[in-house]
């Protein structure tokens, strides 16, 4: 499996973007999917996760209610659909792809993109 993340950008807070993150090789709808982010001078962190099938969805209360994770298996594609962004949202955010929720969510995916960087100016 072969993330490619986009979607990243300048965008003034308040302000909204949707993350995508397509895989090409095998078949995303096979695998649990997650968003993480890592600012400068901190480490990586969770975002949100996904299920196989988006039946059941997860997320950091950072950004509860106020960010979304989606999926269209029929085009390979995840998607991070931002909104009220913050200053303290600036980060290169990662997607990543794993058999099992467990090691989406603990950032031990077998998959993961470049990463896209956002940056929320005040």
């Known amino acids: 499996v072969l993330l490619q993340a986009s979607g990243g950008g300048l965008v003034q807070a308040g302000g909204s973007l949707r993350l995508s993150c397509t895989s090409s090789?095998?078949?995303?709808?096979?695998?649990?999917i997650g968003w993480f982010r890592q600012a400068p001078g901190k480490e990586r962190e969770f975002v949100a996760a996904?299920?196989?099938?988006?039946?059941?969805?997860f997320y950091a209360d950072s950004v509860k209610g106020r960010f979304t994770i989606s999926r269209d298996n029929a085009k390979n594609t995840m998607y991070l659909r931002m909104n009220s962004l913050k200053s303290e949202d600036t980060a290169v955010y990662y997607c990543?792809?794993?058999?099992?929720?467990?090691?989406?969510?603990?950032?031990?995916?077998?998959?993961w993109g470049q990463g896209t960087l956002v940056t929320v100016s005040s």
């Open positions: 990543s792809a794993s058999r099992t929720l467990d090691t989406v969510v603990a950032g031990k995916s077998a998959y």
């Open positions: 090789g095998r078949t995303l709808s096979r695998y649990d």
């Open positions: 996904s299920r196989w099938n988006g039946g059941n969805t």
